[in-house]
């Protein structure tokens, strides 16, 4: 059974681009939630998906936007990327009924 | 979601019990206390979480004080392989795990 995958790995991008993080939820879990974790600090929540729609939203620009598929799977869209961008993105899957959400390996995206 | 403080770092013996402390002040009547656990370049992992009670599983115990503001998570007997950034959440059972408040955690160093 596998857990939650992320990819890519790693990504490089400059200033002003745009980026697409793609996510797999584990096996039987409905609900995807992305965070944005700066060097040295705790992951911040971004938003979170459910039934293809974004049911929450943490304080990120709209900049920041997403996409659940009718598979569950998610991506992370970021455009007009700026430095401070940079960071490891985090996706974390769930059953919308139980209680405990399991993280991904994440992302880790650089902007030059 | 409430927030909570914890220590930046702490160095534990190996093969013996790590304490970690927490702060949760205001937490509300209605939230838990979560304990997750990010070992360097994966992503968080639950360990344990509890709104009042004691609880024990096989990886820790969480220990809440009666009034409820504060809280430790206790690793029995720590290995060089709890060396982690160890976060401390407090939010409702029923917001669904997505939209998750965390810290800067406190980084536990297990030495030989």
């Known amino acids: 059974d596998a857990g939650v995958t992320q990819s890519p790995t790693h990504l490089i991008k400059t200033r002003g681009q745009q980026v697409t993080l793609r996510c797999s939820p584990k096996s039987g879990h409905d609900t995807v939630s992305w965070y944005q974790q700066a060097l040295g600090q705790g992951p911040q929540f971004i938003f979170q998906y459910y039934e293809e729609e974004e049911r929450q939203r943490g304080n990120f620009p709209d900049r920041f936007s997403g996409h659940q598929f009718p598979n569950y799977s998610s991506e992370l869209n970021v455009n007009a990327l700026l430095l401070g961008d940079s960071a490891l993105y985090l996706c974390a899957s769930s059953l919308i009924t139980v209680d405990e959400q399991f993280f991904g390996p994440g992302t880790r995206l650089t902007v030059l | 979601d409430a927030k909570t403080t914890q220590p930046p770092s702490m160095d534990c013996a190996e093969g013996r019990a790590a304490n970690l402390p927490c702060n949760h002040s205001t937490i509300s009547g209605n939230e838990y206390v979560y304990w997750y656990r990010q070992i360097h370049s994966q992503g968080p992992q639950y360990i344990i979480h509890g709104l009042k009670n004691n609880e024990t599983n096989e990886m820790a115990s969480l220990i809440i004080t009666e009034d409820r503001k504060s809280s430790t998570l206790i690793l029995p007997h720590a290995t060089l392989r709890d060396t982690a950034v160890y976060y401390c959440?407090?939010?409702?059972?029923?917001?669904?795990?997505?939209?998750?408040?965390f810290g800067d955690g406190t980084t536990l160093t297990v030495k030989p």
């Open positions: 959440i407090v939010r409702p059972l029923n917001t669904n795990a997505g939209k998750s408040t």
